[in-house]
Antibody
């Protein structure tokens, strides 16, 4: 069974940093590209970042580019999101989501999310 | 900035048919945008319903169907059931490693 479990969320002050993790199991993690998608309280979904299988290609939404860094460790079956210079508007549930394939560009499995609250 | 549009809310009677759409603030949605649809109940993670316009994800019943209708992507639910009442999101692949979600449609079954 595919499982994605996020961790690392919490309360952080504006301007602070946080590192999210996503532990993957039930599939060969190294063969799938991965994403982070977030959802502000009571709002819709927003794609945040993508990383390919070998970490050679990464993409970011304009809203986080230059502040967030996506990475992965295939040996540890883990995905990460380093978030710096956090702003109030970064408050959201952060989901990790698996990319089904490069041809479909869809997210097929999602974790349950971890809540990040940016507030003074 | 590209905006993906969805109906904020829709309603359907039990057993009825409803179509949710996914458009662009400027331009038309085609299959090349690889539209996907996700279902989300309150407090839960999204569930993948449809991808590449009309391919149902594993385990999704065939009363859910996807298409391109005019200049929008569409998700049609036939034989609506009470547990279809939740939020639905579409996402379009804009190319160059960028995905944009629509604002979501809150579906009521009543």
């Amino acid at each position: 069974e595919v499982q994605l479990v996020e961790s690392g969320g919490g309360l952080v002050q504006p301007g602070g940093s946080l590192r999210l993790s996503c532990a993957a199991s039930g599939f060969t993690f190294a063969t799938y590209s991965m994403n982070w998608v977030r959802q502000a309280p009571g709002k819709g979904l927003e794609w945040v970042s993508y990383i390919d299988t070998r970490s050679s290609t990464t993409y970011y939404a304009d809203s986080v580019r230059g502040r967030f860094t996506i990475s992965r460790d295939n040996a540890k079956n883990s995905l990460y999101l380093q978030m710096n210079s956090l702003r109030d508007e970064d408050t959201a549930i952060y989901y990790c989501a698996r990319s089904y394939s490069s041809s479909t560009k869809t997210f097929d499995y999602w974790g349950q999310g971890t809540l990040v609250t940016v507030s003074s | 900035q590209t905006v993906v549009t969805q109906e904020p809310s829709l309603s359907v009677s039990p057993g009825g048919t409803v179509t949710l759409t996914c458009g662009l603030s400027s331009g038309s949605v085609s299959a090349s945008y690889l539209p996907s649809w996700y279902q989300q109940t309150p407090g839960q993670a999204p569930r993948t319903l449809m991808y590449s316009t009309k391919t149902r994800s594993s385990g999704v019943p065939d009363r859910f169907s996807g298409s391109i209708l005019g200049n929008k992507a569409a998700l049609t639910i036939t034989g609506a059931q009470a547990d279809d009442e939740c939020d639905y999101y579409c996402v379009l692949y804009m190319g160059s490693g960028s995905w944009v979600f629509g604002g979501g449609t809150k579906l009521a079954v009543l």
